[in-house]
């Protein structure tokens, strides 16, 4: 009962059950970790978060109902001692530096040796940040000022599915020439050339997912 009472608490937010089993045995098999609840989507995993306070939270960062950046700033918005790490396939910078502006203080890929994840969920419960050195060089090689609108990464979107500006100003319901402003915006802030070379762009980078 001592060891259990002394235990990291976790939640483990991934819309996968087969990727929930994996990660749950991998915790449970640590003499001083047990998982205490489990969450498929953004919105549940607000709710358990608030419901269980869980000592650390793994979240993936692609779920049904919504982006897991935005459920991370949610639960530290109303827990700001909440500690978080993202366990996730996405690696663009973008994607890295909206998780950790969001709250969170760590961040993973899937893939990355069991040891990664137990050595992360240890030094963030002890108050520290858990960055490997590929996540590290990924955030520092972000280019200060090329964030996108939340409306030019909606032109961005668009312009991924392969819409034309004038289909793009239809669905967005703004002006042909306000796409051609923001398209142009996107342009200089990717530092490229062209339409195809932005999407190519966006897609490394975070700021756009397939």
Do not use: W
């Amino acid at each position: 009962m001592e060891k259990e009472a002394k235990a990291i608490r976790v939640l483990i937010v991934d819309d996968h059950p087969i990727m929930r089993v994996g990660i749950a045995a991998i915790i449970n098999a640590q003499g001083n970790m047990q998982v205490v609840g489990e969450a498929g989507t953004a919105s549940e995993a607000i709710r358990l978060h608030a419901k269980l306070l869980p000592d650390i939270t793994l979240m993936d960062l692609r779920l049904p109902d919504g982006n897991g950046a935005e459920a991370i700033r949610v639960i530290c918005a109303a827990s700001p001692s909440a500690r978080i790490i993202v366990l996730t396939t996405y690696e663009g910078d973008e994607d890295i530096h909206q998780a950790m502006e969001a709250g969170a203080r760590g961040y993973l890929i899937k893939g990355m040796p069991h040891d990664a994840l137990i050595r992360a969920m240890h030094r963030v419960h002890t108050g520290h940040r858990f960055l490997p050195q590929v996540i590290s060089e990924a955030l520092s090689s972000r280019v200060p000022g090329s964030n996108l609108s939340q409306r030019e990464q909606e032109v961005l979107q668009l312009l991924f599915a392969g819409k034309s500006n004038r289909e793009i100003a239809e669905e967005l319901q703004i002006k042909e020439t306000t796409v051609k402003t923001h398209v142009s915006v996107i342009l200089m802030r990717l530092n490229v050339e062209d339409r195809t070379q932005a999407v190519v762009e966006g897609l490394k980078r975070g700021l756009v997912h397939l």
